[in-house]
């Protein structure tokens, strides 16, 4: 991944609504989910979610096809994996492997909310 690639990905992701949607397709898997359900999970209304969207889709960060009447959105995973290989790559002075805290990327600790439940 370019450097600039990288900081199109982190943009996308530095705002909360836009960094909910990514986890929730995340969450949900390759099968993704249509705009609706996004919507209705997230709470986000039609428009405000459609701008969103087109942030992520312009990073390269989820991707969607048409089934019937609805557009489907899923995750990147490729341009997701790029992302973390890259921030591995340049932490700790190009030495990743003295990195502390290598768990896996992405996953809720038992402190913060899942994107799908209301924030509390």
Known sequence: MEKKSALAAL???AQTHRL???RYLVE???TGAPAGQISEALRLPNAT????LASLRQAGLVTYSRQGRSLVYRTEF????DLIQYLTAHCCGGKPETCVG????LQPTS???RPH????
């Not at 490729?78 to 994996?81: A, I, P, Q």
Request: net charge negative; proline share 11%.
């Open 102 to 105: 290598t768990e896996p990327a």
């Open 28 to 30: 949900i898997g390759p």
């Open 78 to 81: 490729g341009t997701m994996n």
């Open 11 to 13: 943009s996308a992701l």
């Open 20 to 22: 909910d949607v990514f």
């Open 49 to 52: 979610l459609s701008f969103h």
């Open 111 to 113: 402190s913060e909310h």
């Open 117 to 120: 439940e209301a924030p509390r």
